[in-house]
T-cell receptor, first 112, second 113 residues
Framework: QKEVEQNSGPLSVPEGAIASLNCTYS??????FFWYRQYSGKSPELIMS????GDKEDGRFTAQLNKASQYVSLLIRDSQPSDSATYLC????????????FGTGTSLTVIP | EAGVAQSPRYKIIEKRQSVAFWCNPI?????LYWYQQILGQGPKLLIQ????????DSQLPKDRFSAERLKGVDSTLKIQPAKLEDSAVYLC???????????FGEGSRLTVL
């Protein structure tokens, strides 16, 4: 089992729709969870962090965490073409020296 | 505030040659990371420094990769000799603390022929 798993996609949604991106992780002791956005040919940039169970909202972005299910998700409301990118989930792994492991990313395309 | 600086942006070498990448983190950031990102994959941690000490290098192929962070500021990652499978983008990132909130440089794209 991979440490951090994401559906690679591609995920396509129409402009204005909600995009839902999912991530599961293997280490039950993980405490820190991050979503990074990576445009094609660019480096990742942090868009959300979440540490507690529940929802965290920041503008059009909502991160959701369920530690019991070892599941973290990112919702993008009112999706825009500029949201088209690869979204990377990163999780700390206490069993691996507390290093941050990235998933392979989900490619999102927002269709105008 | 200046971001993470990396150079060179692109490098093409033949297998068995050597290459070095340089990174200057954001001022004041004590933690520096080198990641390898192969096309279609997520970033893979190669080495993490806290100031000028190594925190984790468990995934660094030490027979061919080396990295140093002299004086706790900028860092160099070297590959010698390079293999075809080393073709990737090498990302440097820094953070104020080792919290996972990383700031990435633009990356150095390596092609090994």
């Amino acid at each position: 089992q991979k440490e951090v798993e994401q559906n690679s996609g591609p995920l396509s949604v129409p402009e204005g729709a909600i995009a839902s991106l999912n991530c599961t992780y293997s280490d039950r002791g993980s405490q820190s969870f991050f979503w990074y956005r990576q445009y094609s040919g660019k480096s990742p940039e942090l868009i959300m962090s979440i540490y507690s169970n529940g929802d965290k909202e920041d503008g059009r972005f909502t991160a959701q965490l369920n530690k019991a299910s070892q599941y973290v998700s990112l919702l993008i409301r009112d999706s825009q073409p500029s949201d088209s990118a690869t979204y990377l989930c990163a999780v700390n792994m206490p069993l691996a020296g507390n290093q941050f492991y990235f998933g392979t990313g989900t490619s999102l395309t927002v269709i105008p | 505030e200046a971001g993470v600086a990396q150079s060179p942006r692109y490098k093409i070498i033949e297998k068995r040659q050597s290459v070095a990448f340089w990174c200057n983190p954001i001022s004041g950031h004590a933690t520096l990371y080198w990641y390898q990102q192969i096309l279609g994959q997520g970033p893979k941690l190669l080495i993490q420094f806290q100031n000028n000490g190594v925190v984790d290098d468990s995934q660094l192929p030490k027979d061919r990769f080396s990295a140093e962070r002299l004086k706790g500021v900028d860092s160099t990652l070297k590959i010698q000799p390079a293999k075809l499978e080393d073709s990737a983008v090498y990302l440097c990132a820094s953070s104020f603390r080792a919290t996972g909130e990383l700031f990435f440089g633009e990356g150095s794209r390596l092609t090994v022929l």
